[in-house]
């Protein structure tokens, strides 16, 4: 007879968590191998080619032919990849560009670009761009997609998860900027400016609200990177495939007003770019590890 309150407590214990606690606690006895789902906090925007959480059920990208501009939702495959069969089917020998980038989150908050020539390149005369064996947004430093701001006026507390190959450093005289989520102040990361510098700015572009990281970058090679701002915790620091490669020991409190892929500057990412997650909070280190690790093991790149 004592067990019923016993399991009243429970769920009454479970229900007064963070408004994330319901996706995860479904999803840890769901047998879907998806990343997100593995994870308890819920991401502010997440973007991919491939699919993230068992839950969503939109497409993957909006993409424009260049035959004709006729454009079509291009969703996933049963294992979860891109539905890259759909996607050659629709473009045949012409080039596809991605015209909006879903956001699997659940927020909406959906990443477009309606000008024609800002838009980065997903088909090339019939073959799909990848990152290795991945297929891939392909930048060529004027491209960039936006959106509304994910993370709510303020960038106070952020955890921010991507993937990428760079081909070239030099195009353009502004270097790489990968993304951003404001400008005055500014919230971007440029990766790597034309110096071969990575450069984290939060509020700022100098000491202590840069993080300056030199030699830690080749083109044609794959990465995985973590970007953490935090009040609470008081860090400004990048992780490379896994471990800490820079940290100004200080997080800052700035606004934020929009969410950019690429292009937050004069120019954007010369590469390519398949998965960026954006998360309003700080993961758990063991959330961390599960996010690095599942980027790594399924875009090929070692993870330390």
Known sequence: MRLIPFLLLMC??????????????????SANGFMLDKVQRIPAAAFSLRKLRDGYTGSAIRVRRSSDNAEQDIGFDANGNLNTTGLTSFVGSNSAFIVTWYDQ???????????AANQP????VGTVDQMGSR????????????????MGGNANEVDIFLVTNLYSFTSGSSGNTFLGLGDSPRFLLNLPWT???????VGGFSAPNRVSISGQMAINTSYQFNLTNSVAINAQRVRKNGSQIGNDGSGHAVASTYTRISRTSPNGIQGFYPEVIFFKGVVSDNEREIIERNQGAYYGITIN
């Open 12 to 29: 009454a214990a479970l229900s007064a968590q963070s408004p994330y606690s319901g996706w995860f606690y479904a999803a840890r006895g």
């Open 105 to 115: 989150s659940g927020n909406g908050i959906n990443l477009t670009q309606t000008t």
């Open 121 to 124: 390149r997903i088909v090339n």
């Open 135 to 150: 297929p891939s947004p392909r930048g060529d430093d004027s491209d960039f997609l936006e959106g509304a701001d994910c």
């Open 195 to 201: 110096d071969s510098n990575i450069y984290f700015d």
